[in-house]
Nanobody, 124 residues
Framework: QVQLVESGGRLVQAGGSLRLSCAAS????????MGWFRQAPGKEREFVAA????????YYAEFLKGRFTISRENAKNMVYLQMNSLKPEDTAVYYC?????????????????WGQGTQVTVSS
């Protein structure tokens, strides 16, 4: 079992930056590929970014256009999402997810564990 707790979401103005954190506990989380997803009100959950166990491979949703960066610190069991140049359309609940022993990429079904989410609101 893995427990994931997201933090860092808040209200921010358009053009601003935020760093979301995901604290993982339980089974050795360094063996998990990790991802960030988001869900806006009335919309489907969508993929944001993924990172491999070592952090050597990252993958992003095309719509981000380089604004977000995913990273991890295995020694601290932490995963981060640095978000820059935020736009009102980035407003959503952001979820951290863990995929044990396989690359999850953009497929939500590949992730077995999910956090409760953290709210990000971007005002115009």
């Amino acid at each position: 079992q893995v427990q994931l707790v997201e933090s860092g979401g808040r209200l921010v103005q358009a053009g601003g930056s935020l760093r979301l954190s995901c604290a993982a506990s339980g089974r050795t989380t360094r063996t998990y590929n990790m991802g960030w997803f988001r869900q806006a009100p009335g919309k489907e959950r969508e993929f944001v970014a993924a990172i491999s166990t070592s952090g050597g491979t990252t993958y992003y949703a095309e719509f981000l256009k380089g604004r977000f960066t995913i990273s991890r610190e295995n020694a601290k069991n932490m995963v981060y999402l640095q978000m820059n140049s935020l736009k009102p359309e980035d407003t959503a609940v952001y979820y951290c997810a863990a995929a044990p022993d396989r690359w999850g990429g953009s497929y939500a079904e590949a992730y077995d564990y999910w956090g409760q989410g953290t709210q990000v609101t971007v005002s115009s």
